[in-house]
Nanobody
Framework: QVQLVESGGGLVQPGGSLTLSCAAS????????IGWYRQAPGKEREGLSCISGRDGSTYLSSSVKGRFFVSRDNARYTVYLQMTSLTPDDTAVYYC???????????????????????WGKGTLVTVSS
């Protein structure tokens, strides 16, 4: 059974940094792509960054490029989202998701997968406020 558990959310001041973790279990690590998404109040869920378990290829949305960075720890089956220069607009619930159908196309997972990715975590809240 696929399980995804996000952690690391919390309250951070504008300009600050935060690193989120997504601990994955229940599936073959190298057969799935894992993505980070967020949903702000009153807004649609958006894809931020996706990474392939097969080859480590990554995609980063232009909305966070240069501020957010995705990485993985194969030994710990964990994917990280490092977030820097945070602003109040980054306040949202952040989710990680996994899907084998996108292992070869992380860009598609981030752009289109918000509608059909198979497996989702419960999310972690990030609040950027002074």
């Amino acid at each position: 059974q696929v399980q995804l558990v996000e952690s690391g959310g919390g309250l951070v001041q504008p300009g600050g940094s935060l690193t989120l973790s997504c601990a994955a279990s229940g599936f073959a690590w190298d057969a799935y792509a894992i993505g980070w998404y967020r949903q702000a109040p009153g807004k649609e869920r958006e894809g931020l960054s996706c990474i392939s378990g097969r080859d480590g290829s990554t995609y980063l949305s232009s909305s966070v490029k240069g501020r957010f960075f995705v990485s993985r720890d194969n030994a710990r089956y964990t994917v990280y989202l490092q977030m820097t220069s945070l602003t109040p607009d980054d306040t949202a619930v952040y989710y990680c998701a996994a899907d084998p159908n996108y292992v070869g196309s992380v860009k598609a997972m981030c752009i289109h997968g918000v509608y059909d990715v198979l497996n989702w975590g419960k999310g972690t809240l990030v609040t950027v406020s002074s």
